[in-house]
């Protein structure tokens, strides 16, 4: 069955960098654009960045256009945020999500908290 | 970007009774190759999304017939014939249309009363 899990949440100060991962089985994953989407606390989704299957294209919401950086390694089967430069704003839990327009399968969500 | 409005943001419903859930979109969600790219999610109290209904009005593998979704261009419907308890949670629609923004409605908050 499809799964996948997100990795790499946690506690660091503002300023500071971070790398999540979310490692995909049960497809293949060579064949699908993938999702970044988060979730402040008590707060609604947001959709964070996207990658394309073969990794060539990629997008950005505005609020983390030139911090964050989307990435993925199709031998491992794994997509990859590079956050840099927190800001308390960018606590959340974040969620992968597959396929470009469908949204179709979730992670479980990693926390990321951005505190001094 | 495309703005997705839902309405009510809470909804208390009685088990067994029906619930309905309004999504407007700013925008057709109708895109190029014909399709109509509106999902429903659920996530339920401590839990992840998943997606409910897809394009509409499709539901997805293991979803209950109880759940329905309907509607075109911009105006959508998500409903519950009969709440039953393990429906609490947040309602989201979103839109996959509309790239390289996709974007979600507020969120409805089903409760039982």
């Known amino acids: 069955q499809v799964q996948l899990v997100e990795s790499g949440g946690g506690v660091v100060q503002p300023g500071r960098s971070l790398r999540l991962s979310c490692t995909a089985s049960?497809?293949?994953?060579?064949?699908?654009?993938l999702h970044w989407v988060r979730q402040a606390p008590g707060k609604g989704l947001e959709w964070v960045a996207v990658?394309?299957?073969?990794?060539?294209?990629?997008y950005y919401a505005d609020s983390v256009k030139g911090r964050f950086t989307i990435s993925r390694d199709n031998s491992k089967n794994t997509l990859y945020l590079q956050m840099n430069i927190l800001r308390a704003e960018d606590t959340a839990v974040y969620y992968c999500?597959?396929?470009?327009?469908?949204?179709?399968?979730w992670g479980q969500g990693t926390l990321v908290t951005v505190s001094s | 970007d495309v703005v997705m409005t839902q309405s009510p943001l809470s909804l208390p419903v009685t088990l067994g009774q029906p619930a309905s859930i309004s999504c407007r979109s700013s925008?057709?969600?109708?895109?190029?190759?014909?399709?109509?790219?509106l999902h429903w999610l659920q996530q339920r109290p401590g839990q992840s999304p998943r997606r409910l209904i897809y394009n509409v009005s499709n539901r997805d593998s293991g979803v209950p017939d109880r759940f329905s979704g309907s509607g075109s261009g911009t105006d959508f419907t998500l409903k519950i014939s009969r709440v039953e308890a393990e429906d609490v949670g947040i309602y989201y629609c979103m839109q996959g249309t509309h790239w390289p923004a996709w974007t979600f409605g507020q969120g409805t908050k089903v409760e039982i009363k």
């Open positions: 049960g497809f293949t994953f060579s064949s699908y654009g």
């Open positions: 999500a597959r396929a470009v327009r469908h949204f179709d399968y």
């Open positions: 925008q057709s969600l109708v895109y190029s190759d014909g399709n109509t790219y």
């Open positions: 990658i394309w299957y073969d990794g060539n294209i990629e």
